[in-house]
């Protein structure tokens, strides 16, 4: 890596001398910080302009890098211009610019060259630009397009067809075989899909839990001791999931230097098959293997490791990782993933969490079911694999968990992966919360009982929203289920079923309307719907705002679309701004302009603050979504704003708060900055990802944390 950085300054000194007229003698110098990066040495370059700042200083050498002197082969030109883009495009960052890839370099030649990122991801992780799990999120093409108001491009002609990315990863079969884990060794099946439908056959509950620590050593004696202590009980823990960090997403070369977030890191399929030898249960790998850049290297370690069960296509139209912005390679990369999956002689679940692609993100449900029937459409018709849905954290009445799991039932014949807790309930105390519990496992028992789909039920521990649940607080979760589990089929006996098959059937219909128009419309557009890799990157450009707003089933009502079927998170969340509203008797902020943003995927916070505060007349000004502090700084000094909300949930608030306040100095700027959310915050040194709270430190930074809305209003009055 360093080398392939040596040569980058040093072809830009070669360009250099060719273009000194046009660059103004512009100079690459070398710097060490772990490894080497260009940067934009202008002052001590003679011609330089001192008023010129380092993005416009910066920027004047990206039109010169056309061919290269004295390299006729294409391909290693190629290579190499790529390089120097790299090491021209991270000066921005030498100078403290806010946007590192701006716009216009992203329109660069080759901009959708992998080894332009790996070489740049270096350059940032050489001069600490690496960020935290704030960033991860809708990617910053998506949220660019969305800010500015153009109209995405929704084709590139440099990302090969989607038959041929499919081809290689069948190819990859050869080398890439299904391995035996102790779960497939201890059913006796060939996969999980197998071992699913025997269940579901027999009428049998099956039972998810999720491990969350931050070691892999802890991790696989946590699933060991699990399993043994649930068996003492009569309890069977079907599947483990294991929590993932978003550092995974990243192709290898750039996983080194990557901040480390939440959860583990698997290198290769020897820390795999770690977890797949951990407990007799199946192994279920799901966030950040399928969907980003890095998803072919998981993918085949994965299934070396004898995992059937692989996911999660979801966050491939939604998630982001900091600093990579190229969604042609991670595109290609999802399909040789999936290509590689359809070629082996096992079934292998293509997971989906709904929750985390648009689903979390419309307001009608009939656009959330009919994205899972296009995601159907691409992974089984036209890919040749089997999708297995899951959903749940946002699914809060026990009526549209129910309709949604019997719509799924009836409309898809792969099992499902799991049903998730609604985890959004859990707003008290341990006590309190077993009665969120509660409410949504007997809805979700229930209603596998009238239409097995295969979901194993996900009993959420009850301390969850205070800490991370150690191994006997899984277990007494795990044990209520089982329990639970024996009382439903009574329950299920008294139940009037036809609500919930009338609200299946709206969702059904909507959901194939909503799919069929989008299709319609995509190809209309001039995208080719038969082709996987040019429909799903149409999609994620698109996201999830403008595809319901074109799409949605509901007929237009002025400027918007009628709801169908309300999202349960979106009523609950409006029905809290109304209240709130209502007590503010003769509050009234027409006169200020809040710039909204928030740190990472997560926002819902962010919906209620806005429609809080338009309730009160202030103006919003929807900065973006996982948005880079510095940015949000710029947009909100570009609109005019008054004052900073910022919503956040990954256990980064104090990060991006020393970070926004920051760029705030930088640019000569005072502006109150409100913060929300989940103030809490895992020390990096730590093996307990345990969070501390972090609120006061955040408001020794200058920001104001806010509880509530309250603390939010009495800072915007003052």
Same mark, same amino acid.
């Given at each position: 890596?360093?080398?392939?950085?040596?040569?980058?300054?040093?072809?830009?000194?070669?360009?250099?001398?060719?273009?000194?007229?046009?660059?103004?003698?512009?100079?690459?110098?070398?710097?060490?910080?772990?490894?080497?990066?260009?940067?934009?040495?202008?002052?001590?370059?003679?011609?330089?302009?001192?008023?010129?700042?380092?993005?416009?200083?910066?920027?004047?050498?990206?039109?010169?890098?056309?061919?290269?002197?004295?390299?006729?082969?294409?391909?290693?030109?190629?290579?190499?211009?790529?390089?120097?883009?790299?090491?021209?495009?991270?000066?921005?960052?030498?100078?403290?610019?806010?946007?590192?890839?701006?716009?216009?370099?992203?329109?660069?030649?080759?901009?959708?060259?992998?080894?332009?990122?790996?070489?740049?991801?270096?350059?940032?992780?050489?001069?600490?630009?690496?960020?935290?799990?704030?960033?991860?999120?809708?990617?910053?093409?998506?949220?660019?397009?969305?800010?500015?108001?153009?109209?995405?491009?929704?084709?590139?002609?440099?990302?090969?067809?989607?038959?041929?990315?499919?081809?290689?990863?069948?190819?990859?079969?050869?080398?890439?075989?299904?391995?035996?884990?102790?779960?497939?060794?201890?059913?006796?099946?060939?996969?999980?899909?197998?071992?699913?439908?025997?269940?579901?056959?027999?009428?049998?509950?099956?039972?998810?839990?999720?491990?969350?620590?931050?070691?892999?050593?802890?991790?696989?004696?946590?699933?060991?001791?699990?399993?043994?202590?649930?068996?003492?009980?009569?309890?069977?823990?079907?599947?483990?999931?294991?929590?993932?960090?978003?550092?995974?997403?990243?192709?290898?070369?750039?996983?080194?230097?990557?901040?480390?977030?939440?959860?583990?890191?698997?290198?290769?399929?020897?820390?795999?098959?770690?977890?797949?030898?951990?407990?007799?249960?199946?192994?279920?790998?799901?966030?950040?293997?399928?969907?980003?850049?890095?998803?072919?290297?998981?993918?085949?370690?994965?299934?070396?490791?004898?995992?059937?069960?692989?996911?999660?296509?979801?966050?491939?139209?939604?998630?982001?990782?900091?600093?990579?912005?190229?969604?042609?390679?991670?595109?290609?990369?999802?399909?040789?993933?999936?290509?590689?999956?359809?070629?082996?002689?096992?079934?292998?679940?293509?997971?989906?969490?709904?929750?985390?692609?648009?689903?979390?993100?419309?307001?009608?449900?009939?656009?959330?079911?009919?994205?899972?029937?296009?995601?159907?459409?691409?992974?089984?018709?036209?890919?040749?694999?089997?999708?297995?849905?899951?959903?749940?954290?946002?699914?809060?009445?026990?009526?549209?968990?129910?309709?949604?799991?019997?719509?799924?039932?009836?409309?898809?014949?792969?099992?499902?992966?799991?049903?998730?807790?609604?985890?959004?309930?859990?707003?008290?105390?341990?006590?309190?919360?077993?009665?969120?519990?509660?409410?949504?496992?007997?809805?979700?028992?229930?209603?596998?009982?009238?239409?097995?789909?295969?979901?194993?039920?996900?009993?959420?521990?009850?301390?969850?929203?205070?800490?991370?649940?150690?191994?006997?607080?899984?277990?007494?979760?795990?044990?209520?289920?089982?329990?639970?589990?024996?009382?439903?089929?009574?329950?299920?006996?008294?139940?009037?079923?036809?609500?919930?098959?009338?609200?299946?059937?709206?969702?059904?219909?909507?959901?194939?309307?909503?799919?069929?128009?989008?299709?319609?419309?995509?190809?209309?557009?001039?995208?080719?719907?038969?082709?996987?890799?040019?429909?799903?990157?149409?999609?994620?450009? #698109? *996201? /999830?705002?403008? =595809? &319901? !707003?074109?799409?949605?089933?509901?007929?237009?009502?002025?400027?918007? %679309? +009628? @709801?169908?079927?309300?999202?349960?998170?979106?009523?609950?969340?409006?029905?809290?701004?109304?209240?709130?509203?209502?007590?503010?008797?003769?509050?009234?902020?027409?006169?200020?302009?809040?710039?909204?943003?928030?740190?990472?995927?997560?926002?819902?916070?962010?919906?209620?603050?806005?429609?809080?505060?338009?309730? #009160? *007349? /202030?103006?919003? =000004? &929807? !900065?973006?979504?996982?948005?880079?502090?510095?940015?949000?700084?710029? %947009? +909100? @000094?570009?609109?005019?704003?008054?004052?900073?909300?910022?919503?956040?949930?990954?256990?980064?608030?104090?990060?991006?708060?020393?970070?926004?306040?920051?760029?705030?100095?930088?640019?000569?700027?005072?502006?109150?900055?409100?913060?929300?959310?989940?103030?809490?915050?895992?020390?990096?040194?730590?093996?307990?990802? #345990?969070?501390?709270?972090?609120?006061?430190?955040?408001?020794?930074?200058?920001?104001?944390?806010?509880?509530?809305?309250?603390?939010?209003?009495?800072?915007?009055?003052?």
């Amino acid at each position: 890596m360093a080398a392939d950085l040596r040569g980058g300054a040093a072809l830009m000194r070669q360009r250099r001398k060719h273009q000194s007229a046009r660059a103004g003698q512009i100079g690459i110098d070398q710097r060490r910080a772990g490894a080497q990066f260009g940067r934009c040495d202008r002052h001590d370059v003679p011609g330089a302009s001192p008023g010129l700042d380092g993005d416009e200083h910066c920027a004047a050498t990206l039109p010169n890098l056309g061919a290269v002197p004295g390299q006729s082969d294409p391909a290693v030109a190629r290579r190499l211009r790529a390089r120097a883009w790299a090491a021209t495009a991270v000066c921005c960052l030498a100078h403290g610019l806010p946007a590192p890839l701006r716009e216009r370099d992203r329109q660069m030649p080759n901009a959708n060259d992998a080894e332009f990122h790996v070489i740049l991801f270096a350059m940032r992780v050489s001069m600490g630009h690496t960020r935290t799990d704030a960033d991860q999120g809708r990617g910053r093409w998506q949220d660019d397009q969305m800010w500015n108001g153009s109209e995405p491009v929704l084709t590139d002609p440099a990302m090969s067809p989607g038959a041929d990315l499919l081809a290689e990863g069948r190819r990859m079969v050869a080398d890439w075989q299904l391995g035996r884990s102790l779960f497939l060794e201890t059913e006796g099946v060939a996969s999980e899909a197998e071992y699913k439908r025997l269940a579901m056959s027999s009428g049998r509950m099956m039972q998810h839990e999720d491990i969350c620590f931050r070691s892999i050593d802890r991790t696989v004696a946590a699933m060991s001791e699990l399993h043994v202590c649930a068996a003492t009980e009569g309890v069977r823990i079907d599947r483990f999931g294991v929590t993932l960090v978003w550092t995974m997403g990243y192709p290898p070369d750039c996983r080194a230097g990557a901040t480390r977030g939440t959860g583990i890191v698997l290198t290769g399929p020897e820390d795999f098959a770690r977890i797949t030898g951990a407990s007799p249960a199946a192994a279920h790998f799901g966030d950040f293997m399928l969907g980003p850049p890095g998803a072919l290297e998981n993918t085949r370690a994965a299934i070396a490791a004898g995992a059937t069960a692989i996911g999660n296509l979801g966050q491939y139209f939604t998630f982001r990782l900091p600093y990579w912005d190229d969604d042609v390679a991670t595109t290609e990369a999802t399909l040789r993933a999936l290509g590689l999956i359809a070629a082996q002689e096992a079934e292998i679940l293509v997971h989906s969490n709904l929750d985390d692609g648009f689903a979390g993100l419309f307001l009608d449900m009939t656009s959330a079911f009919g994205m899972a029937l296009i995601e159907k459409h691409i992974v089984e018709d036209l890919i040749g694999a089997s999708v297995s849905f899951c959903f749940g954290h946002h699914f809060s009445a026990p009526l549209m968990r129910a309709a949604f799991q019997a719509a799924l039932a009836r409309e898809t014949d792969t099992p499902g992966t799991m049903i998730f807790g609604n985890t959004v309930a859990y707003q008290g105390g341990a006590t309190s919360n077993y009665a969120s519990l509660a409410s949504y496992l007997i809805s979700d028992l229930e209603a596998l009982h009238e239409h097995h789909s295969g979901h194993a039920v996900n009993s959420v521990p009850v301390t969850e929203n205070v800490r991370i649940p150690d191994v006997n607080e899984i277990l007494d979760a795990q044990i209520f289920a089982a329990r639970l589990a024996d009382h439903a089929p009574g329950h299920a006996a008294v139940r009037d079923n036809s609500l919930i098959e009338q609200m299946a059937d709206r969702l059904i219909s909507g959901g194939r309307i909503f799919a069929e128009t989008a299709l319609k419309g995509l190809a209309e557009r001039g995208v080719d719907i038969a082709d996987p890799a040019a429909l799903m990157l149409a999609i994620r450009r #698109l *996201g /999830a705002r403008r =595809i &319901e !707003a074109l799409w949605g089933a509901g007929p237009l009502e002025g400027a918007r %679309r +009628a @709801l169908l079927v309300a999202a349960d998170w979106a009523e609950e969340l409006d029905e809290m701004a109304g209240a709130w509203i209502a007590r503010q008797a003769n509050v009234r902020l027409v006169h200020r302009r809040v710039a909204l943003g928030t740190t990472d995927v997560h926002e819902h916070g962010a919906y209620l603050v806005r429609r809080a505060l338009e309730g #009160l *007349g /202030a103006t919003v =000004i &929807e !900065a973006g979504v996982a948005i880079n502090a510095e940015v949000m700084v710029a %947009r +909100a @000094l570009e609109t005019g704003a008054d004052a900073i909300a910022i919503s956040t949930y990954n256990g980064i608030g104090l990060d991006y708060a020393r970070r926004l306040m920051a760029a705030l100095a930088a640019n000569g700027a005072v502006l109150p900055v409100l913060m929300g959310g989940k103030l809490n915050e895992i020390p990096q040194d730590s093996n307990s990802s #345990l969070p501390v709270d972090v609120t006061a430190q955040i408001k020794a930074t200058g920001a104001h944390p806010c509880a509530d809305l309250d603390d939010m209003l009495a800072v915007l009055r003052s």
